[in-house]
Each structure stands twice: as C-alpha cells, then as structure tokens.
Nanobody, 123 residues
Framework: QVHLVESGGGLAQAGGSLRLSCAAS????????MAWFRQAPGKEREFVAA????????DYADSVKGRFTISRDNAKNTVYLQMNSLKPEDTAVYYC????????????????WGQGTQVTVSS
C-alpha cells in the first residue's frame, strides 16, 4: 500500500510562489504516475498537473500552464509542485494522487490520494 503525504501549503500573496511536496511511502515509487489536483470551495476537484515516473509525459491544466511546474525526485519518492505567479483563483485544497500507469487527467483514474494541503492566495 502506498501512502501519500502532502506538505508546503499556506498563505501567499497574488504574484507570489509556493512549493508543495508529496512524499510517497510504502511500495516502490517506481512506475507510479504522480499528479496534483485541487478543489476550491463549492467546486469539483480538478486536474492540475501530472508526471509519469520517467518524466517522459508531463501534462498541465491550461489554467496553470506556464506558472506551475511539476517535478519529482524518484530517489526521495517525492513529487513537487512549484507554483509561481499565484492568483486568488488558485486558492484551493491541493491533493496529491498516484496511479500505476500512464498520465491521465481523469479524477477516477487515480486510486491513491493524500489528505490535501490548503493553499490560499490573497489579492
């Protein structure tokens, strides 16, 4: 069983930056596609970014492309989300997710989830 634990959320001003981390423990990190989703109050959870284990496939939601960067340190079983040029509309609970297989944007494709970390961006 793989357990995912996010960290790094907090409060930032518009235009600022935050970096989220997600550490995976349990079975091997290898072959896991890692992704970030977010859920704003009153809204559905939505895809943010995903990376296959090798990094040969990286995908971003249009709303964060050019501002957010997903990266991973496979030696540390950790995936990161560097968030730059933050906007108030980026305010949400951010969730780390994992699956064995390719990168997908679909919520239902992921069966491993972290507990979430709050990101709040003030204007």
């Amino acid at each position: 069983q793989v357990h995912l634990v996010e960290s790094g959320g907090g409060l930032a001003q518009a235009g600022g930056s935050l970096r989220l981390s997600c550490a995976a423990s349990g079975r091997a990190f290898s072959s896991l596609t890692m992704a970030w989703f977010r859920q704003a109050p009153g809204k559905e959870r939505e895809f943010v970014a995903a990376s296959t284990y090798s990094g040969d496939t990286i995908d971003y939601a249009d709303s964060v492309k050019g501002r957010f960067t997903i990266s991973r340190d496979n030696a540390k079983n950790t995936v990161y989300l560097q968030m730059n040029s933050l906007k108030p509309e980026d305010t949400a609970v951010y969730y780390c997710a994992a699956r064995y297989g390719g990168a997908w944007r679909s919520l239902g494709a992921y069966d491993l989830w972290g507990q979430g970390t709050q990101v709040t961006v003030s204007s």
